[in-house]
């Protein structure tokens, strides 16, 4: 059973950059999916961007340029270098992985991931 763990968020300004991690209990190479998803107040949890094992990545629009997804060449790490934060990007991010790789049209979807980490709050001021 794989398990996902979540470091690397805070309180930042407007502006400023954060990278998030997610570290696997196992190797992520046998095509799965790893996925960034957040909950901002009130609202639903939605995808960020999505990395695969053949490097395939997927963005959501509104992070498009300022956010970056990689993986680590071990990899068990992923990562999310969230640049010019802006106080809209706030809420609760998530990290996720499925077994099936990453496609356009469903890397965003929530139901599509059973291994979830515990979630880390991203803080931003104006």
């Known amino acids: 059973q794989m398990q996902l763990v979540e470091s690397g968020g805070g309180s930042v300004q407007s502006g400023k950059s954060l990278r998030l991690s997610c570290t696997a209990s196992?190797?992520?190479?046998?095509?799965?999916?790893m996925g960034w998803f957040r909950q901002l107040p009130g609202k639903e949890r939605e995808g960020v961007a999505s990395?695969?094992?053949?490097?395939?990545?997927y963005y959501a629009e509104s992070v498009k340029v300022r956010f970056t997804i990689s993986r680590d060449n071990a990899e068990t790490t992923f990562f999310l270098q969230m640049n010019n934060l802006k106080p809209e990007d706030a809420g609760v991010y998530y990290c996720?992985?499925?077994?099936?790789?990453?496609?356009?049209?469903?890397?965003?979807?929530?139901?599509?991931?059973?291994?979830w980490g515990q979630g880390t709050q991203v803080t931003v001021s104006p």
């Open positions: 196992v190797r992520t190479n046998n095509l799965y999916c």
């Open positions: 996720a992985a499925r077994t099936r790789a990453c496609f356009k049209d469903d890397y965003a979807r929530t139901d599509l991931y059973p291994f």
């Open positions: 990395i695969d094992d053949y490097a395939d990545r």
